[in-house]
């Protein structure tokens, strides 16, 4: 058990019986008046968001999730199947997997986050690599300052194609690196 005044933004803890991350932590008060918590989090099995006050000395059972290295396989309308090197199969619902669905492609290797034995969502790796299907060609005059223009990027899934804001250099059927926390682009990758 650890106070609040310990527990870090990323942590995940037991709130009533819930698993729950802290997506933001504001502090206030002072030392003499004792500080208090607002914590913003996300429950990990629902998705719902939730946002509390605690006090400092407030306890909480901080859990420590399973990792596994898997491989999407495939989509199974509602759910998403990652595979592992011994060809065991994980479900998972696309709700869980948020931001990860504008980035999966066949094939493409991940880690999927465990609780209580049931694979509950995916970390992509920090950056990735994709081919821009769709680019609108730049506009010849229109290069002062940071010009960005959006470039769909190809993925698995059709209708969670996403874009991406990319140079005005980037053209159609270029590899991009893009890190996969921000969404921005990083560079263009040549072969």
């Not at 933004?9 to 030392?31: E, F, H, Q, Y």
């Amino acid at each position: 058990m650890k106070p609040a005044k310990e527990i870090r933004v990323g942590n995940i803890i037991m709130v009533d019986t819930k698993p729950m991350i802290v997506l933001r932590s504001d502090v206030n008060g002072s030392s003499r008046t004792g500080f208090t918590y607002k914590w913003k989090m996300k429950n990990l099995l629902t998705n719902s968001p939730l946002e509390n006050v605690f006090r400092g000395d407030d306890k909480f059972e901080v859990v420590v999730l399973d990792k596994k290295a898997v491989t999407y396989s495939y989509f199974s309308d509602p759910l998403y199947v990652f595979m592992d090197a011994d060809y065991e199969q994980f479900e998972i619902e696309g709700e869980n997997l948020g931001d990860a669905l504008h980035y999966l492609k066949d094939g493409m290797e991940c880690e999927a986050v465990f609780y209580d034995g049931k694979a509950i969502s995916v970390e992509l790796p920090t950056t990735i690599v994709r081919q821009i299907v769709y680019s609108e060609p730049a506009v010849k005059g229109n290069t002062s300052g940071n010009v960005l223009k959006e470039a769909k990027i190809e993925n698995a899934i059709e209708a969670h194609r996403h874009t991406v804001p990319v140079p005005l250099f980037v053209s159609q059927d270029d590899m991009i690196e893009i890190d996969t926390r921000t969404n921005e682009f990083k560079k263009v990758v040549r072969n």
